[in-house]
């Protein structure tokens, strides 16, 4: 500790000079002035979902790591949802670009609204800032165990749509399965009006409908007892639980379906991630996603998350930015005109 | 099955997991008496400090908090006329008028009892479900939601006091308002004038504050005197007991609210307003002491309050077999779960079973200790209802405004509410009723949803299913039994005059 000092003040006293030759302004503030000026700062974490909810809990582990690395900071989580999280994700976006206002959201949900031409929307992901993504989990299609499709060879033969129950249009779900249905040769029949995925995937145990696109983790018990049936992964590897169910990557038959199914599984790998307002100074925004990097790589902060049993997966701000154009140049040819026709035809 | 039965119950039995469900429960009191605030408020603010606990002290915290909640959202309702939650909604049609005849205690009384006794009906019916729970989860599907719901939406009807027309029209407006917002189906935006605040719907709270509250607060201060128009005279004690033996006494009405509350806990998605609105609706109409709903029927306050604690233990069932919640706070719930350890899903019928007794034992358990805390302190609570008006009035004011603006965080609520407060002034003064216009904001996204998606997936004739016909019969049965019953009585003396 009484080292790591050393070495900052070493490091403060040596580059004094340099400061002298050119003004902060232009070479950008060093980390003990960023930490001199958020100190006694406020920052507000906005969390565009609900309080006790997945990205809820993941906001409030990660807050209290907030102030143990930027010493004297205040932080408060404030949960802004309403119009599907899209007032939070505008309330960030059109923040000032202080680094006072950060937000958690999921970078799968804003790709599809901004593709969807949804209105309200105010946010340019290109402009937006990422400090990181802090977890990814695999998404699965799932099939009802007392319906007749029980294998991803089965939706081919099906010879039918094949019903899928949803809680909305909006949702990232709906727009995924609709998209791989196109290029792997199969049609999807959306079932949407469930009060939540929780209802849909009741609906599916009970073979109301045929299947449901889920987050593996969340219903694991279900695949173990053979309610419901992974029957496709997105993701870059097999889940390690799920070592049976193919990733849609390798279930591509040609290569423009590879690229559809990489593409597709980038953005739920961008998924869960904490992002800032754009125009932030880069001396900050650099600040504020080291700060991510320490808190996600703190020994502590890991074995508190390992207790609350939430995965922790980092990827580095400038990776999910790099992700992300990606995704937008891919997607704005191929992937966006599919999604303006699936939210056309569902009106 | 005993086995497992005995060793939850001597898990939930320590001092440590008591003094937590203790803990929980005053939390609950205080979230769900201030509107506003909601059971899903305390959970989340509960959560944090459950990592790292034994699972059985977590959930004796967390459901003492759930059940407390239920409990605390009546005291408002009671008192000024506004449900600390939606859930209690209801219960302010009787509870309040009951105030005015200054007999607060009475009906708090009669709501902490009811609570109590309907939560262990939940209990009960959720121990017996355990070996078939997944049967009778398999078994309901949309169709039956959506008949449950629109009998609630008959409802309108019961409810409608003097005027069927005002009572159509009532309910009529609280539609329209409950069509405000994405449309569930396609996600288009409906009546929403470009607001994004419009997207998700109006929220009840400010709904609730608007039409109950202000009016209320405005005839009290063109009045005077306070919210009991009799003075305050000698203990409440007797008053207390007396809501007790009115309980027991009116045990019909109160074993058709805990099962009202049972069924619809069992289909997630409806949730405990539904429940609550139900179970009064179906006590107007069978109750022996109908025609004095609203002005202080002590069947009215059974009802309502028995159902949404006696939901519980149904909302408990698909959280514990399949592990998907029953309702947003359950969904909290099973966060917690996995925090502390436990897998919820079909294990917890197998290996799991100690647990979900345990489970099962905490809301017993929490049900009897929060009304008995709820009984102690009748008697200070309903001191406020003889309190002046011009201490009384702004304190109302101010907490629902304030309750108004917590429910979402959104100042808009607050504008919402004040301008709602003059359309249910000049729905009071011109005699139109208020219930049913709640009830439509309640249940006309709901019959919307279900009816869609019936028909998507079991087409126009989706009532014939077997379940649904069962159904339907039961309910024809319930509400046409005490007609033809009381008919006959008619009849039958007709004849020997």
Redesign the interface.
């Known amino acids: 500790m009484k080292l790591k000092r050393f070495f900052l003040f070493f490091v403060a006293v040596s580059l004094l000079p340099l400061s002298m030759v050119y003004p902060p302004s232009l070479w950008g503030q060093t980390e003990a002035e960023q930490l001199k000026w958020y100190h006694d700062k406020t920052i507000n974490l906005i969390v565009p979902h609900?309080?006790?909810?997945?990205f809820?809990?993941y906001a409030?582990l990660v807050a209290p790591f907030f102030k143990k690395h930027i010493p004297g900071v205040n932080i408060i989580v404030?949960?802004?949802?309403?119009?599907?999280g899209?007032?939070g994700r505008?309330q960030v976006y059109t923040a000032r670009p202080d680094g006072l206002t950060i937000g958690f959201t999921t970078g799968a949900g804003m790709i599809f609204s901004v593709w969807s031409g949804l209105?309200?929307v105010q946010f340019d992901l290109r402009k937006m800032n990422y400090l990181g993504r802090i977890a990814y989990e695999s998404q699965v299609l799932a099939l009802s165990n007392?319906g007749p499709l029980k294998s991803f060879q089965d939706l081919k033969k099906a010879g039918r749509p094949i019903?899928l129950g949803f809680s909305?249009?909006?949702s990232d779900d709906y727009y995924t399965t609709a998209i791989i249905a196109s290029y792997f040769g199969y049609k999807t029949d959306p079932?949407?009006?469930?009060?939540?995925s929780?209802?849909a995937?009741?609906?599916a145990?009970?073979?109301?409908?045929d299947g449901v696109q889920v987050q593996a983790s969340?219903?694991?018990?279900?695949f173990?007892?053979g309610?419901l049936i992974p029957v496709l992964t997105l993701a870059y590897k097999r889940d390690p639980e799920l070592p049976n169910v193919p990733t849609a990557i390798e279930l591509a038959e040609t290569p423009e379906a590879r690229e559809i199914a990489l593409a597709m599984t980038n953005i739920f790998v961008v998924d869960r991630l904490f992002f800032a307002p754009p125009d932030i100074a880069p001396s900050r925004l650099n600040f504020l996603r080291r700060t991510f990097d320490k808190i996600v790589d703190d020994r502590e902060f890991l074995e508190?998350a390992n207790?609350?049993?939430r995965p922790v997966d980092p990827l580095k701000g400038e990776e999910v930015e790099r992700l992300v154009r990606e995704i937008l140049k891919v997607g704005e040819q191929k992937i966006q005109p599919l999604v303006r026709e699936i939210a056309k035809q569902?009106? | 099955m005993i086995d497992a039965a005995l060793e939850g119950m001597a898990m939930l039995f320590t001092i440590k997991s008591m003094l937590f469900m203790f803990l929980g429960i005053s939390v609950g009191m205080v979230f769900g008496a201030i509107p506003g605030l909601s059971g899903q408020t305390a959970l989340a603010v509960l959560l944090p400090f459950v990592l790292g606990m034994e699972p059985v002290t977590a959930m004796a915290l967390l459901l003492g908090a759930h059940v407390a909640v239920e409990y605390a959202g009546s005291i408002s309702a009671i008192l000024i006329n506004t449900p600390g939650t939606g859930q209690a909604i209801a219960t302010c049609w009787d509870g309040y008028p009951m105030a005015q005849k200054g007999e607060a205690a009475r009906a708090l009384s009669i709501s902490a009892t009811s609570s109590a006794l309907g939560g262990l009906f939940g209990f009960v019916v959720l121990v017996a479900f355990i070996p078939i729970m997944k049967i009778t989860l398999m078994a309901l599907a949309s169709p039956e939601y959506f008949i449950t719901a629109f009998v609630g939406l008959a409802f309108i009807v019961v409810l409608g006091g003097g005027s069927l027309i005002k009572a159509l029209i009532s309910g009529g407006i609280g539609l329209m308002i409950a069509f405000i917002g994405l449309d569930p189906m396609t996600s288009v935006p409906r009546f929403t004038f470009g607001q994004l605040y419009l997207w998700d719907g109006i929220s009840l709270i400010p709904i609730v504050v608007g039409l109950f509250a202000f009016p209320e607060v405005a005839m009290l201060m063109a009045k005077g005197g306070s919210i009991s128009r009799i003075e305050l005279k000698g203990s409440q004690w007797g008053l207390i007991w007396q809501g007790i033996k009115d309980t027991f006494q009116h045990w019909g009405i109160l074993l058709q609210g805990s099962a009202v509350g049972a069924v619809i806990g069992v289909l997630p998605g409806l949730g405990g307003t539904v429940a609550n609105l139900a179970a009064y609706g179906l006590a107007a109409n069978t109750s022996k002491e109908k025609d004095q709903f609203g002005q202080g029927a002590v069947d009215g306050i059974i009802a309502p309050e028995s159902a949404n604690n006696s939901k519980e233990g149904g909302d408990l069932i698909p959280t514990i077999a399949l592990g998907i919640p029953g309702g947003a706070g359950m969904a909290i719930l099973l966060g917690a779960f996995v925090m502390v350890g436990l897998t919820p899903g079909p294990d917890m019928l197998t290996t799991g079973l100690k647990y979900t007794f345990a489970i099962a034992w905490i809301l017993a358990v929490a049900n009897l200790l929060t009304t008995a805390i709820g009984l102690l302190f009748c008697a200070p609570i309903a001191r406020l209802s003889f309190l002046p008006v011009y201490v009384l009035a702004p304190t109302i004011m101010a907490v629902c405004l304030v309750g108004a603006y917590l429910d979402g965080n959104e100042i808009e609520n607050v504008f919402l509410a004040v301008g709602l407060g003059f359309l249910g002034y000049m729905m009071r003064r011109t005699g139109y009723p208020r219930a049913p216009l709640i009830i439509g904001v309640v249940l006309g996204g709901i019959v919307e949803r279900y009816l869609h998606m019936s028909l998507k997936l079991y087409g126009g004739l989706f009532f014939l299913r077997p379940i649904s016909m069962f159904l339907i019969a039961i309910i024809v049965l319930t509400i046409a039994a005490p007609v033809i019953y009381r008919k006959r009585m008619k009849a039958a003396a007709g004849v020997t005059r």
């Open positions: 609900g309080a006790g909810g997945g809820d809990i409030r404030q949960n802004i949802t309403g119009a599907g899209l007032r505008n209105e309200g007392r019903k909305g249009v909006g079932i949407t009006g469930y009060s939540g929780r209802e995937n009741l609906a145990v009970r073979g109301e409908v969340s219903l694991m018990p279900l173990k007892s309610d508190y207790k609350a049993k569902a009106r």
